[in-house]
Structures are given as C-alpha cells and as structure tokens.
C-alpha cells in the first residue's frame, strides 16, 4: 500500500477490463492542459502503444503541446483540442480521458465521440456497460493516474512511471548553435510563470542569476514571448549579462537545450517537467503543489512557502501560498547547493 492511502499500481498484476487488443484498432486519448500534463502523459501512451500494438493511437492536446506529442513514437497523430472537429466525426474503438472530473480546461470529452468502448474519471465511480468510469484517485502523482486508467483497459501494470522526450536532430542542433558561445556547463532559468502563483520576484531572480554565474556556470535564461517583460527587469538587475533565448526557442529545442545543461532553475510547471522526464538536476521555486509527488531529493529540490496552513498538506485542494511567499535565502542556498554539485558532475564526466 502506498503510505499516503491509496495502492499504487505495482501492487497489481495483469487485468483486462477493455476491450480484446486483437480487435483494437483506433484509439484516442484526451489529455488537456499545458506541456507538463504532455509530457507526464508519456508513460499511459506508452502502456497504450505495447497494450495495442495493432492501433492507431491518437493525442487530442493542446496547440502548446503539440510538439512535443508529435515526436512521440507512442502517438500516432495529434489532434488539437483547439479544433477537435477531426475526432468528432472519426470512429474509434476506444476513446479515453484523462481529464480531471468536474475540471475545465477541455472542449473534449469521451461522451462527445463515436466509440466503441470508454475510460474516464468520475467522482463517484458508476460502471456503465462498455464504459470504465473508476473514482478519481487524488492521492496518485498524475502520470501514475494517467497510467492506472490507461491499466485498467488491459495490459500489465509497472512499478513506476517512465518518461522520455525525443528532440528531433534538427532540435539538438538549434540548441547547440544557441549556446555556442557559453564557454562553462550551463544553468538553464526560467523566470516566468503561466499563472500568478508561480511568479517570483524580478529582483530576486536576478540574484539566482548572479549566484550561478559566480558558482561557475553559464546562465542560459529560457521563456516564451509572455517571459520577454519580466526578463527584461531581470536581465536589468543582473551583475553581468547571461545569454538570453526568451522568445526564440519550441519545446523541441527547449528539450535539446535541457540535454546540454547541467542544471534547471525556474517556477513553471511545463519546463519543470520537461527537466525532471529528461534527468536534468533542478530547484523548482513556488507551490509544492503541481511538483509533490514528483520531487526527488537530489534531482527535483522544491523550494515552497511551507505546507497547508489548513490540513498541513503539501499538496491539496486548499489555497496555498504562492511564490512570492517564498524567501530568497532559502531559494539562494538550494540553488548553491545543486550548482556546486552540478559543476562536480561535469568535472568528474570530464575526466572520465
């Protein structure tokens, strides 16, 4: 059992409640929100791919995700919830959802596409025929729900989650062309945020900045146009200039950059993940929240205002404080910590 209450899928073994594989050959797969939900989605398409391997699996994602489920060699198609018309008037064999009940968000559902069999999360589970509609597992990390539904059509379950990203040849090198010029091991940062609840402070960012460039590593600041703003203010309160990719880089060159780093520094949820599926060391700034269950000492350091005033939970329904509660000192010393290790890697990978 998992000690947090609920079992946690390696406690099962091979189940089947879809339909036979043999006869599969259409599925789609709902997964709406940002990159992080994408690339978390990962280990399910997977699971799917070798459950059905005679089926043509099809993504419905964002336009902000498309790149990165287009060089997934799992999914077959993408189709953007932004114009879902494509899987409206397709057949499929089975559709699922891997949207949280009750949430918004998405302009899809399995209820409003021609199939044969369906798999959703509900609140209160009902089992109607040809239909997998299990409660929805809270206390999961999301890849491992994702998994567990895409399980409970058939196949075998695995112990944890395994994530992959493929930056194309092109991406690594665009990447490398970015950084030509960077002469240490490079610090990617992220200064901005896709909600409020997760934008720190210019000024204080600036100082992270500071702090990498003095620990001896090359800080490579990374965002999208939305970024531009607060990356000028940091790049105006910094000591020396760092190399600055805001606004010219996809997620596919975003992937080549994080295998050239050493190091991700930021507060957003999509370029958190993206370091985390790809092994890049990184100190995540803001609510514990989105990064709980995928924090790991040494690899994912989290750096949060504290637990839930309420239950005392890290990561729960309540409002929690956002990144702006968060001091400097505590963000500086983790990120000092993480770069000095960091920089001993790459030494040690230097002379090996």
């Known amino acids: 059992m998992d000690p947090r209450g609920d079992t946690t899928i390696g406690d099962f073994g091979e189940v089947g409640l879809g339909p036979d594989p043999s006869e599969v050959r259409s599925v789609l797969a709902i997964r709406p929100g940002g990159v992080a939900d994408a690339v978390r989605a990962v280990p399910a398409l997977r699971h799917l791919h070798a459950t059905y391997p005679l089926a ?29 018309s494509e899987a409206l008037v397709e057949r499929f064999d089975i559709a699922l959802s891997w949207a949280r009940p009750g949430g918004v968000g998405s302009v899809l559902d399995v209820e409003d596409v021609h199939a044969r069999f369906r798999a959703s999360w509900r609140r209160n589970g009902d089992d109607p025929r040809r239909a997998i509609h299990p409660e929805w597992p809270e206390r999961l990390d999301d890849a491992s729900r994702m998994l567990r539904l895409a ?31 960077a002469t240490r091991p490079i610090a990617l940062v992220h200064v901005g945020g896709g909600v409020r609840a997760r934008r720190w402070a210019p000024e204080r960012w600036a100082r992270v900045v500071d702090l990498l460039d003095a620990a001896g590593l090359d800080p490579v600041l990374v965002g999208s146009e939305r970024d531009r703003a607060v990356t000028a203010e940091v790049l105006a309160d910094v000591r020396h200039a760092p190399i600055s990719l805001v606004g010219r880089t996809g997620p596919g060159t975003l992937c080549g950059l994080l295998e050239r780093s050493v190091l991700f520094v930021g507060g957003d949820s999509g370029p958190a993940a993206m370091a985390a599926a790809l092994g890049v060391r990184s100190v995540v700034v803001g609510p514990a929240s989105a990064f709980e269950y995928d924090a790991r000492p040494g690899r994912m350091d989290i750096v949060d205002a504290g637990p839930c005033a309420v239950c005392g939970e890290r990561a729960c ?36």
């Not at 419905?60 to 114009?83: D, G, K, N």
């Not at 075998?156 to 970015?178: K, T, Y």
């Open 317 to 352: 329904d309540h409002p929690v404080p956002d990144a702006g509660a968060v001091s400097l000192d505590r963000v500086l010393s983790r990120v000092e910590v993480a770069a000095c290790a960091a920089l001993r890697r790459w030494h040690r990978a230097r002379i090996a």
């Open 56 to 84: 043509r699996i099809s993504v419905a994602i964002s336009e902000f995700s498309r790149e990165l489920i287009e060089a997934c060699p799992y999914a077959h198609r993408v189709i953007l919830l932004e114009q879902p």
């Open 151 to 181: 399980w409970l059509l058939g196949g075998r379950a695995v112990e944890q989650p395994d994530f992959g990203l493929w930056p194309s040849l092109a991406d690594r090198n665009g990447a490398a062309q970015f950084v030509a010029d």
